[in-house]
């Protein structure tokens, strides 16, 4: 088996003695694309929180490879006005060099706003920034925390691609948190469905079936991912055939999880 | 060595140098008040100053070295009590700053013997800058700006994106008590020239200002200084040919600087 990046053993985090995050086992590898699924309240922030090593854990085991750099992409960025600071300026603070910097912002496609404001970028932008920001760390262990949020659903699926991608250049982990179900489904290896516990954990195709998946999030949800998985997987002769019942629960979908 | 005594030997002198020193270190630390949104707690610590001051007689030490301690004690207890929440930050910094002013003045009026001069200590006083204030006022200088060319980068980070950089090592938390020690330090020299209730506004309006012209953190703090310096010279000489209070001079200075900038200047949007 190879080295673990990131391992979790029974982990807990309770606040006031309420189990916030309940007995949670985990583990990354290199490679590995990890998502972090559940309703509102469930604990994924602070799971992650948990494994970023800014939130202390009540109970279990969490180990850290030796010598392993994070990088996370915060939920968002939110910056004070009364600050002024253009995207290089934030670059560089994180003690890397000119050419890391630049590097790592045309790795994420946004090196043409390198004297811009920050104070001026899209949501789009910004989560790009973050990311360069991540990248330039060379991090083996890359941290999302919602990473397309504020982010059109064109820009999602491309963002969502841009991390893929950047696995397999960096060979690093990547663990995420997202509520993008059909995205997530379409770009992870294994998916975490959280609800203080691990509810069921998997590969997507697999998951969907789960019971437990189903109690979350309810069949329609359920049934529409089983169904868009299936299409991902097959060739477009089937196409027709697969979408008559999909409209339905694609609309019913995107009502239960927001 | 004629010239310098010459010039240390006249009041109005030794309150500018004073004050260009305390402009200096208030310029950057002005800044972080803004930018992390401290003015009211900057408003507390300085209120507690009087305490430190009554505290200093009580158990005789020297009156600078009180107010620092007693402003650092009280910045730790208000971090530490701001974590538990039970109360909103401004509630409790509301209740903590007029609680630490009222016991300082009543503190004081237990003390008949120990004249001081109230008014100057709340608003400020020209004429009573030594040369012995004048070595507080550079040594604290120094240590400050010392220990910002040191921590700046890890300062910056922790303001621009707290958890990002508790990810990235940087210890936030030692960093903030640097920052208390530092605001404790500008308190107690700042005291003798603007006040114990206008330090706030010599901290936040040069940098307000120099918001409106700066392009990167370091620009802005470049023109907080200056902002600093004119505010300082201005209501000092104000002060000296109308005979006005030395503290509340500089700040009208200060606010008309602010005024004439924002009227004026082209919004730059870095």
Known sequence: ?258 | MSIIDAILGDFFWRALIGGLGVALVAGPLGCFVVWRRMAYFGDTLAHSALLGIALSFLISVPINLGVIITCVVLAVALVLFSRSKTLATDTLLGILAHSALAIGLVTLSFMPDIRIDLTGLLFGDLLAMSRHDLLWIYGGAALILALLTLLWRGLLMSTIHEELARVEGVPVERLRLALMLMFSIVIAVAMKIVGVLLITALLIIPAATARRLAYNPEHMVALAIVFGFVAVSGGLTLSWHLDTPAGPSVVVTAFCVFLLVYGSARQTQS
């Open chain 1, 1 to 258: 088996m190879a080295e673990a990046l990131v391992e979790l053993r029974r982990v807990t985090v309770s606040f006031d003695n309420r189990p916030v995050v309940d007995h949670v086992d985990l583990r990354v590898q290199r490679g590995d694309i990890i998502t972090i699924i559940g309703p509102n309240g469930a604990g994924k922030t602070t799971l992650i929180k948990a494994i970023l090593g800014i939130q202390p854990i009540s109970d279990g085991a969490l180990t850290l490879a030796p010598g392993l750099t994070i990088g996370y992409v915060p939920q968002h960025l939110t910056l004070e006005t009364t600050l002024p600071l253009s995207v290089k300026r934030f670059m560089l603070l994180s003690g890397r060099s000119h050419v890391e910097c630049r590097e790592a912002l045309s790795k994420t496609g946004v090196a043409h706003l390198i004297d811009a404001s920050v104070h001026r970028l899209s949501g789009g932008e910004k989560q790009r920034l973050l990311l360069a920001r991540a990248l330039a760390r060379r991090p083996d262990l890359l941290v999302l925390d919602e990473p397309a949020q504020g982010v059109d659903i064109n820009g999602q699926a491309a963002l969502y691609d841009l991390i893929r991608s950047l696995r397999d250049e960096l060979h690093c982990g990547v663990i995420m948190i997202s509520h993008d179900l059909h995205l997530v489904m379409a770009a992870t290896d294994k998916v975490i469905c959280l609800n203080q516990h691990v509810c069921c954990s998997g590969y997507p195709a697999d998951i969907s079936h789960d019971p437990a998946f189903i109690e979350t999030f309810g069949r329609p949800v359920a049934e529409s991912l089983a169904v868009y998985h299936h299409r991902h997987n097959h060739s477009h002769d089937l196409h027709g055939d697969v979408v008559t019942g999909e409209d339905d629960d694609h609309r019913e979908c995107s009502h239960v999880h927001h």
